[in-house]
């Protein structure tokens, strides 16, 4: 049986934005900017709750998604830190722009909170945690992501289901 058409867009989205985080980390190794950027997370929050409010979600709903997808995406960016740190010859050789990768992930950002307003009502029944588990799954199965960027997507994914 296909896994919840519903909410796959959602979880697919989530692991895409989870994906640009190896470039975040790249952009920001060996650099002085840190992982941690109190700014550009409340630019994030603030463009995605106004999204949200254009289209008719709950902006504290969405809000709160996206709390957990910069999380997520700072997990994954403190673990590579370690990684690279401790196997150096796993470290990048290349640098990405920080402000292109951004642009990628404004818009991811744009089409989760769209996915997110499509579900509204999935994300506040019953099957929704079963559903997105299932979607998990599929994302796992299409996008083979590793353990790291997985366990890292269940948790980004926390806030989902109302
Ligand atoms: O844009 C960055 O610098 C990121 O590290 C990405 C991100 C995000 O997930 O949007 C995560 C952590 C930062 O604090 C700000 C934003």
């Not at 058409?5 to 470039?23: F, I, K, Q, Y």
């Not at 603030?46 to 409010?53: E, K």
């Not at 590579?80 to 470290?91: G, N, Q, S, Y």
């Not at 929704?128 to 890292?152: G, I």
Request: with cysteine.
């Amino acid at each position: 049986a296909p896994a919840s058409p519903g909410l796959l867009p959602v979880a697919s989205l989530a692991a895409d934005r989870l994906a640009t985080a190896d470039l975040v980390a790249a952009a920001k190794w060996g650099t002085d900017s840190p992982i941690d950027d109190p700014a550009r997370e409340q630019q994030v929050l603030d463009t995605v709750a106004a999204q949200a409010q254009q289209i008719g979600a709950d902006p504290d709903e969405i809000r709160a998604v996206f709390r957990d997808q910069i999380e997520a995406n700072k997990t994954v960016q403190r673990a590579l830190f370690r990684r690279w740190t401790a196997h150096p010859d796993e470290a990048p050789t290349t640098k990405p722009d920080l402000g292109v990768v951004r642009q990628t992930i404004n818009r991811i950002n744009t089409g989760l909170v769209t996915a997110l307003a499509d579900t509204t009502p999935e994300r506040s029944s019953a099957g929704c945690r079963p559903d997105l588990a299932l979607a998990v799954v599929e994302v796992h199965h299409e996008k083979h992501p590793d353990l790291l960027h997985t366990a890292a997507l269940v948790r980004s994914l926390a806030s989902v289901c109302r």
